[in-house]
């Protein structure tokens, strides 16, 4: 009878991007999961900037990033977590984009200026593509100054061992 090493059995099946990244997909989208709940209660106003439970929503999850990438001993903890914020900025995109109607309170945002013209429903799509773009970039941003953090922590700790 023959017994494999589950690390080793594990590290087989694993492809290039896993092994890079030091988890499966699946747990890069959990992670990410984990900030969508401040993007719907923002967006139905049921919390509110500057109060400690927002703060908790805004920095909780990224908090739960650097320590996850830390405490496993991801090989890149900062493209881990660049991962992990680009699929955060994807689920920020859609949530907003799905509460649109209820974020903006029925009243679609207006061009002004040489722009005022412009037809509403290429207005629409302005907006929703530069609140897109907005969503992905903001996400990236977040992944790459949490995975700035966590590569610096496991420099120290790794010193340190």
Do not use: C, K
Not at 15 to 40: S, T
């Amino acid at each position: 009878m023959t017994q494999y090493s589950h690390s080793s059995d594990a590290h087989q099946r694993s492809g290039p991007a896993q092994r890079r990244l030091g988890l499966p997909f699946v747990a890069l989208v959990g992670l990410a999961l984990l900030a969508v709940p401040r993007v719907v209660l923002h967006d139905l106003d049921l919390i509110a900037e500057g109060t400690l439970l927002n703060a908790v929503f805004v920095f909780g999850p990224a908090i739960v990033w650097i320590v996850v990438v830390w405490a496993l001993r991801v090989p890149n903890p900062f493209l881990t977590l660049v991962v992990v914020g680009a699929l955060y900025g994807i689920f920020l995109a859609l949530g907003h984009q799905l509460l649109w109607n209820v974020n903006t309170g029925g009243t679609q945002p207006q061009l002004g200026g040489n722009l005022s013209d412009v037809d509403p429903v290429l207005e629409s799509v302005i907006f929703r593509v530069f609140a897109t773009i907005s969503s992905l970039f903001t996400g990236v941003i977040v992944g790459a100054i949490s995975g700035l953090v966590a590569w610096g922590l496991s420099a120290i700790t790794r010193r340190a061992r």
